[in-house]
């Protein structure tokens, strides 16, 4: 992954900005002319009413306010700071990035900014400013004073430009008002000596570490740190060793596009969700895997994409194989909603399914995606499937399948004949076909109509074919957001 790529993904993965954009935020020439007659009805609203407007400005626009009169400038100064550094980086005429001089200008303006606004700081998005120079000066250690004494509730500090690895003070410590927290492109302090406990991070609900440098003790410490903590997030990160998860408020846990040789939840009985996602080139000879290790986690909901290419699953310290024999240890009741992502056309990877299977008893919802392998070593054919042994989520709780990326070949033919052969409770099977061109869309639908003939456990399953224009709708936003049930179905 070039440099490029790796910003791209770990942008993407941000926040979305507090503002669309403030060049739309300002007036137009005829508001500034005072259009609807000049009489100044605004400025008679309360205080509290004018702070609440002034706050939904674009910093720049809103410091703007200072220059209409003595009481807009105290209003500016009092409210609650809402500010993204990109609001004030002048992008060229040409395209491309700004100049070098102009990423000096924007961080010298967030110290001016923090100078000149004494009030509240709700929420600062930092991704512009050459941080090597703010650390070497010392402001970034006077920013991070300021957010802290101003109560900032929201905050997002991106390295950018690199270099990469730079150390974070320890003072990014002392927010505790802290609601959010994204950092990129840091090296996380060493916490060996640092406070220790929720008071630290009290109120701290969410945490993304995107290209972050941390090693596992100071994971620990941070955990330790923020009692009320829901989402962890590890973004386009790569950790030699493993990443151990203790938290007793934990409900969302993502490692997007990160490896590490070990993701452990230990303990996390609110646990309700685990997002893992990789979508590196798959290379044959490339030896990394991760072994996901759950523990204690009671209340866990929606797991996936396990990719058995990848991923080596352990349950209750038994690691699951394709002939492992299941017992009370080895499953997670819990778990209703399951995504895989498999290479159906290596033999060795298409056999784990039914294990992963028998470790989710109560399964109601499945998700297959399709993965083309590079370099095929044998397909499982329908004999195979008709072999297999009992799976009690399929004979008792699942009720819907969704196979994505369906390429009309032999292999998967033969699984989705084994779901409807097996699948006595399944009310729905959705097949999303991998290429929408008409052409590639009547072969596939050729296919698949085999199905309609096939025996049936279910008494009436729908099944539906769906050919998607465009790119998926997959994307960290939705693997990561708690108010959607299934973040698999898009």
Known sequence: MDLEELMRIVLTCLPARPFPTAAGSRPSPSARRGGGGGEDRISRLPDAVL???????????????AAFSRRWRRVWASAPLVFDDSDILALPARGGDPEPEEWYAVTDAVSRVFCAHRGPIR???????????????GTLGYWLHRLADAGAEDLVLVNRPFPSGLHLPADILRIASLRTLYLAFWRFPDTRGLPRGPAVFPRLQEIGLCHVGIDDRDIDHLLAC??????????????EGPVRIRSRSLQCLVSWMALTNELAVVVAPRLQRLILWQAYPRVSDFPFRTKVRIGYTTELKVLGYLEPGIHQLEIGGTIIESGTKMTQSTMVPSVKILALKVQFEIRKEAKMLPAFLRCFPNLETLHVLSHEADE??????????????????????????VFDKFRGERCELAFLKFILE???SLLKLVVVLSNGDQASVDEMLTKLKSLTTA???????????VARDGDSAWCFQRAS??????????
């Not at 095929?376 to 399948?401: A, Y």
């Open 481 to 490: 957001d708690l108010s959607v049930s299934d973040p698999f179905d898009w």
């Open 123 to 137: 929420c600062v998005r930092l991704t512009c400013c050459i941080m090597a120079l703010a650390a070497r000066m």
């Open 376 to 401: 095929p070593t044998g397909k499982l054919n329908l004999k195979f499937w008709q072999e297999v042994g009992p799976i009690d989520c399929l004979e008792t709780h699942i009720t819907k399948v």
């Open 422 to 424: 097996r699948a006595q």
């Open 51 to 65: 702070s609440n407007i002034v706050s939904r400005l674009p910093a720049k626009d809103a410091a703007r306010t």
């Open 455 to 465: 025996k049936r456990a279910s008494e009436c399953p729908t099944l539906l074919a």
């Open 226 to 239: 923020s009692p009320v903590l829901q989402k962890l997030a590890f973004v386009a990160t790569f950790y």
